[in-house]
Each structure stands twice: as C-alpha cells, then as structure tokens.
C-alpha cells in the first residue's frame, strides 16, 4: 500500500530539527532545510544542494513539497501580470502583479472562492471550496516577486490580501503566511508593506487588534449606508455598520494604525450626495483614508462604474471634511483582472 507523504512545510523549524536528530543526524540540518523552504522558496529537494544526496533521498523518500504553478499567466498592456495559479489538488485561484513607476504590489489571494456573497464580486460566483494553506500564500508570493524582477528589475515592493476569498475567514493560516514572509528567515520583507483588506469581520478585527499584528487594514466598505450596504454585501445585515464601527473604534485604540476604506462608486446605487454624507460621518469614528476605486465590470450589467462627476463629488466632499482621498485607476481591464474573473472561466 502507498504510504501517503507529509506536506514538509506543514512542519515547523523545530520539528524539521528533531526530525533530523530522530534520523541522527545533526538538528542544524533542519534550519537549512528551512531555509530552502521559506527563503528562498525551493520547490524540489534536488534544489538543496548544501545537503548531500543521500539527505535529499531521504528527504524525498518521507515528504513531499506540494507547491503552486503557475498555470495560465496574462500581461495588460498597462505592465499588470495576471496568475491563474494551480494548487496541488488542481482548484484554481489568481493573484496579480501591479506595477507602477515606483512599487510592484501583489495581490494575492486567501480561499479558493469565497463563502460571502458579494453582488458585484466574480469570485462570488464560486462557491468557497476550501482555505488555501500558509504555503499556498507564500508560494503566490514568491512567483510574483518572480515576476517582479524579470519584468520590472526590481524586487516585490507590497502586498494586498485583496483576491480571492475572506483573508480574515481564514485568518490562522493568513498569519502563518504573513510570518514566513516578514521573518528574517523567510522573505524579510516589512509588515508595513502588506495590507489585509476584508469585507469587514467585527468579531476578527478585534483579534486582529488583539493580537498586536503589524501589517495594515483595509474594509471594503462600498456604502455606509446600512440599507445599501446590504444590499450589495448581504452579510451587512449580520454584521451590520454600528458593530462594524464598533470593532474599527477598537482596531485604532489598541494599534493606532489608521483604517484604509476602499470604495468603488456604482451608478445609482451609491452616487448621490447622501452616500458621500454617510460616508463622512463614518471616517470621523477613527483616523482614516479612502481608496475611490474604479470597477472592472463583472458582465452582468447591473454594476456600472459612477460617472466622473459623481467620483468628483465624492473626491471634494472628503477633502473638504479633511479626509485624505485617493483615486485609484483600474489595471488590467485587458486580461480580467477583477478578482475572480479569471477562474470563472476554467
Ligand atoms: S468581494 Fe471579497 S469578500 Fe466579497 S465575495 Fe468577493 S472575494 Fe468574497
């Protein structure tokens, strides 16, 4: 019978030690195993060359490396590069690289599809299938920097957990990624640069808090108006906007980060002179910026991008209230870079 082989970046650095004594040989083996595995991102133990052939055998006869590939990848004219990346059971998610002059963001993703049911989302359209692993997360992150480097010349600069799937619904394994990318054993790059933006947890925002991470905050907020909200984010009804609020008020007490909104404005749903109000009423509870974000349409004609005048209006309104506002551009409309978009089409 075939025995069924460990995934090793399911073991810990001490576990890789004691592996290695309980095979008697030197725990140190354990740290260079770990650092082929989350730093420099090895995806065979052939890639080991400090170990000797024999050490890789016996690596190779007790595990297995499941890692992502990189199934179809999509350049825009505009320099964005689009993953639909292959997991090992062969469920498909996406991540995306974004240029601009002078950073290259990754936006990975957290679950294959999404249990949330957002109206204007592709992903979801696809129904959750599953978390995706911590390395699951790292790998994405690895072959963007990849990317990165061939493309750009320059390494990956920051990343967003703004595709596909709920991060904060799969929060353990999220923060088991952010770790290996952050430590100075992993890829060492600084929590500052990396943003988990979520549809809004209250319960998950405060363990956030809670657990005094270092990387920043993003809501999808869309409408501060609770009637709209639900209507285009129907878990608003559960997780209505006071207690929303409620737990952001407590996420910048604790961590005095302040809270990013990211908002794409949507003709008459949310384009009116009422929404802008609420939505400045909503940004005085706790320091805060918003991300005017425009839509790449989903295909199904009720989501329309707000015309210009409307994204103005917005834009005075906040800066009038001294809120610090961004306009942010769509990339990739070419290559069906709204999360999701490309899964959907396997
Ligand atoms: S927008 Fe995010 S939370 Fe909402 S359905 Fe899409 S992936 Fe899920």
């Given at each position: 019978m075939e025995i069924k082989k460990k995934d090793i970046r399911a073991l810990t650095k001490d576990q890789l030690r004691e592996f290695f004594q309980n095979q008697g040989d030197k725990?140190?083996?354990?740290?260079?195993v770990y650092e082929w595995?989350?730093?420099?991102?090895?995806?065979?133990?052939?890639?080991m060359t400090n170990l000797s052939k024999d050490t890789r055998q016996?690596?190779?006869?007790?595990?297995?490396?499941?890692?992502?590939k990189v199934d179809v990848m999509q350049r825009s004219s505009d320099g964005t590069v689009k993953n639909a990346v292959r997991l090992h059971d062969d469920l498909i998610v996406e991540s995306v690289l974004i240029p601009t002059k002078t950073?290259?963001?990754?936006?990975?993703?957290s679950q294959v599809g999404c249990s949330l049911d957002c109206k204007f989302c592709a992903t979801a359209r696809l129904k959750r299938m599953r978390n995706l692993n911590p390395d699951e997360i790292y790998d994405q992150v690895v072959a963007i920097d990849r990317e990165s480097r061939l493309y750009f010349d320059r390494p990956l600069s920051n990343i967003v957990f703004m595709g596909m799937g709920e991060p904060l619904m799969n929060y353990n394994n999220v923060l088991k990624a952010i770790d290996k990318i952050t430590s100075p054993e992993g890829l060492a790059m600084s929590p500052k640069r990396i943003v988990v933006s979520t549809s809004g947890v209250p319960k998950m925002i405060k363990k956030m808090a809670d657990d005094d991470v270092k990387f920043k905050l993003a809501v999808s907020l869309h409408s501060a108006i609770d009637e709209v909200r639900t209507s285009i984010m129907p878990f608003n009804a559960t997780f209505p906007l006071a207690t929303l609020r409620e737990a952001l008020v407590y996420w910048y007490e604790k961590t005095k980060n302040r809270i990013t909104y990211e908002y794409v404005v949507w003709e008459g749903i949310n384009d009116k002179r009422k929404d802008v109000d609420a939505l400045v009423e909503f940004c005085k509870f706790a320091p805060s910026k918003v991300n005017l974000i425009e839509y790449n349409p989903i295909d199904d004609g009720i989501f329309q991008q707000a015309k210009s005048e409307a994204i103005d209006m917005y834009q005075k309104v906040l800066e009038?209230?001294?809120i610090t506002v961004t306009v942010r551009r769509s990339r990739g409309k070419d290559i069906d870079a709204?999360?999701?978009?490309?899964a959907n089409k396997e």
């Open positions: 725990a140190f083996r354990g740290n260079q595995l989350w730093n420099k991102g090895a995806h065979t133990f052939e890639d016996m690596l190779q006869d007790n595990f297995v490396i499941n890692h992502i950073r290259t963001t990754a936006c990975v993703s009038s209230n001294n709204a999360c999701g978009q490309l």
